[in-house]
């Protein structure tokens, strides 16, 4: 009996689809900013198109940027595990940046290390669009709202 609710627990329970249309609902202002590669059992992929707004002097992505992609891929990945709930919100994220990022979209790859009741722990490799090697990396906790 508890395989079968484990087997449960590692269902996505947002499609792509299902995903982009919640962010686009939940999130208008960011409309067209983020497309979700792939969604797995506590893993997302997103791709984040960058702006000129989003680039600082010297030719690279802003971290403020960096930080939005890490940041909305982690609410993307646990939002995957438990379901639409516009609520859910960053408690922590600690971000280390680790080499200047190409001028060009993002990638992050998000994974939920930890999916318990009320918090969601994980973290996100961040890359520029064609780098082999990771950008920054961060950690997040979430809280998640009580089901009312």
């Known amino acids: 009996m508890q395989q079968e609710v484990w087997e449960d627990v590692m269902i996505p329970k947002m499609s792509i689809k299902d995903m982009e249309a919640f962010v686009d609902e939940v999130f208008p202002q960011v ?3 983020f497309h979700v590669l ?3 059992p506590y893993r997302v992929k997103i791709r984040m198109r960058i702006r000129d707004d989003d680039l600082r002097p010297g030719g690279t992505v802003s971290g403020p940027a960096m930080f939005t992609a890490v940041d909305c891929a982690f609410y993307m990945a ?7 709930q516009a609520l859910t919100v960053t408690t922590n994220c600690s971000i280390d940046f680790m080499r200047k990022p190409a001028l060009g979209h993002l990638i ?3 994974r939920v290390l930890k999916l318990g009741k009320v918090l969601s722990v ?5 890359y520029s669009e064609g ?3 990771p950008v920054a990396h961060a950690n997040l906790t ?3 709202p009580k089901s009312r």
């Open 31 to 33: 409309m067209g900013t």
């Open 38 to 40: 792939d969604i797995a």
């Open 78 to 84: 646990t939002l995957a595990m438990i379901g639409p």
């Open 108 to 110: 992050a790859e998000a």
């Open 122 to 126: 994980g973290d996100v490799m961040l």
């Open 131 to 133: 780098m082999d090697e």
């Open 142 to 144: 979430y809280s998640i």
